[in-house]
Antibody, heavy 118, light 107 residues
Framework: QITLKESGPTLVKPTQTLTLTCTFSGFSLSTSGVGVGWIRQPPGKALQWLALVYWDDDKRYSPSLKSSLTITKDTSKNQVVLTMTNMDPVDTATYYC??????????WGQGTLVTVSS | DTQMTQSPSSLSASVGDSVTITCRASQDIRRYLNWYQQKPGKAPNLLIYGASSLQSGVPSRFSGSGSGTDFTLTISSLQPDDFATYYCQQSYSISRTFGQGTKVDIK
């Protein structure tokens, strides 16, 4: 059974760096073809893909946010970490991590709401 | 960046209706198109991958079609559990972009 869970701060101040951790079970990020991605959703708005790391450590980023994002994996801990620098109130959103296989996000975490406010 | 445009943005339908949602890509994405359902306060759920393959456990009233730039999601007989927001997402280009969503509510 594949499960994922996001963790991190619920409130960050503008200009601060956000660090989110996705802890997963039921699969290994060393298995060929597997990836873990991050997707966010501002309140009442659409989903926005942020980043994706593959089993071979290939990393992909949203072009519009690439300069502020870093995604890393720790296979031994079954974790993927996303950092986003220079947070702004427009970055207030629910952040999801998801298992990626065969070009689709087939298992999702419950999401974590991050509010950016002073 | 490949842009995904869904239509309509919202629709009202009754239980038992057949519903079709359209997704258009800004460039040829072959069949690298997925559909998700999202209910309020919940994470999205994968319905269709590869344009037309039904994800395990998803009812057969959901179907997908299309290739290239034009795709459709059809719900053949709308059930009460189907009132939700639906998103398309392309996986052809490096950037995994989503459509803006289509909200299906009760007429």
């Amino acid at each position: 059974q594949i499960t994922l869970k996001e963790s991190g701060p619920t409130l960050v101040k503008p200009t601060q760096t956000l660090t989110l951790t996705c802890t997963f079970s039921g699969f290994s990020l060393s298995t060929s073809g597997v990836g873990v991605g991050w997707i966010r959703q501002p309140p009442g708005k659409a989903l926005q893909w942020l980043a994706l790391v593959y089993w071979d450590d290939d990393k992909r980023y949203s072009p519009s946010l690439k300069s502020s994002l870093t995604i890393t994996k720790d296979t031994s801990k079954n974790q993927v970490v996303l950092t986003m620098t220079n947070m702004d109130p427009v970055d207030t959103a629910t952040y999801y991590c998801a298992h990626h296989y065969s070009d689709a996000f087939d298992y999702w975490g419950q999401g974590t709401l991050v509010t950016v406010s002073s | 960046d490949t842009q995904m445009t869904q239509s309509p943005s919202s629709l009202s339908a009754s239980v038992g209706d057949s519903v079709t949602i359209t997704c258009r890509a800004s460039q040829d994405i072959r069949r690298y198109l997925n559909w998700y359902q999202q209910k309020p306060g919940k994470a999205p759920n994968l319905l269709i991958y590869g344009a037309s393959s039904l994800q395990s456990g998803v009812p057969s009233r959901f179907s997908g079609s299309g290739s290239g730039t034009d795709f459709t999601l059809t719900i053949s007989s709308l059930q009460p559990d189907d009132f939700a927001t639906y998103y398309c997402q392309q996986s052809y280009s490096i950037s995994r972009t989503f459509g803006q969503g289509t909200k299906v509510d009760i007429k």
